[in-house]
């Protein structure tokens, strides 16, 4: 039975269609003696006789029919393997893991489901966590690509910027400092702060910007793991924070949360998405990547007003 070729079953749908071997062999180009022996062999593959043998021709017997009707299934699954493969081809189709760092979910999950409405083929898995959470994740080949804003320098990755990431000074409205202009870093020392877990990009950002003066930790004595919980701390009189401006524009907006003038800030980063080079992106990967590029600046926060004077 594993010697059953395409060429037959192509046979067995020509004889059902034609009605007889020589109406078939005209069908396939050949000619009634080698289509003959095409069906003897068939048959023998099978091991029962496919076709009665009528004066008017050929009909497909009982095991014929449910020959055809495998024949048909195997028929569209060709044609659907094909179409697949065409869809993963062009791009349109296939399976894609994206790693977002956890500041980036403020944005990305708008730019992901831009895309998946342009390409509804595509099955998306979307991975959210911190910085080094992610690399790890693209350094294990468990995301094809991954948006962040410090790309990798340990394994071979390609980085493409897709916006600016400005980082700001918060504060509760009411602060000391607020309403100041120009106010010098050094006029934060002894100031409560409060920070991201090591490991994280704003974490790194807060001790390359600050890590020159004395602080005080935020009174809660811990590392906050969320942006979230970072801006209600402020909000709450806490601390202050050094934070993603993409993270804090609705706060901004309806007066929750204001912004300090510190000079030097805002520190402009940028957001990238990056992949490995040392595997070939599929069309799937390619696409998002591209589309990033290109449409990303579309979903990135505004603040939509200006720092509290």
Not at 283 to 289: E, I
Request: glycine share 8%; aromatic share 6%; net charge neutral.
């Amino acid at each position: 039975m594993t010697q059953l070729s395409f060429k037959q079953i192509e046979t067995l749908q020509a004889i059902a269609a034609e009605g007889s071997l020589v109406g078939a062999a005209q069908r396939l180009n050949m000619t009634p003696a080698a289509l003959t022996a095409r069906v003897k062999a068939l048959e023998d593959t099978v091991g029962m006789q496919l076709f009665d043998r009528l004066p008017s021709g050929l009909r497909p017997n009982m095991a014929g029919q449910a020959a055809l009707e495998s024949a048909r299934k195997i028929e569209n699954a060709i044609r659907e393997f094909v179409e697949l493969m065409e869809v993963i081809r062009t791009g349109k189709g296939g399976r894609l893991a994206v790693g977002v760092v956890s500041t980036a979910k403020y944005f990305a999950p708008r730019l992901v489901s831009a895309f998946t409405q342009e390409f509804p083929g595509v099955d998306m898995r979307l991975m959210i966590g911190n910085r080094d959470e992610m690399m790890e994740a693209l350094r294990r080949f468990e995301v094809d690509v991954a948006l962040t804003g410090r790309p990798p320098s340990d394994i071979p990755a390609a980085r493409y910027p897709i916006g600016a990431h400005p980082y700001l000074m918060i504060a509760p409205p009411g602060h000391r400092l607020s309403g100041r202009t120009d106010i010098p870093k050094e006029e934060l020392a002894g100031e409560a702060f409060l920070f991201r877990e090591e490991g994280s990009g704003s974490r790194a950002l807060f001790d390359y910007f600050l890590g020159d003066i004395p602080i005080q930790r935020a009174r809660i004595g811990i590392e906050l793991g969320s942006n979230e919980t970072i801006k209600q701390a402020v909000i709450a009189g806490l601390g202050i924070a050094l934070i993603s401006a993409h993270t804090i524009a609705a706060e901004i907006g309806d007066g929750r949360l204001v912004r300090l003038d510190v000079l030097g800030l805002p520190i402009i980063r940028h957001w990238y998405v990056v992949h490995r080079t040392d595997r070939e992106l599929s069309p799937a990967a390619l696409s998002f990547r591209d589309f990033a590029r290109e449409r990303c600046g579309h979903f990135l926060p505004r603040l939509v007003t200006p720092m509290a004077r």
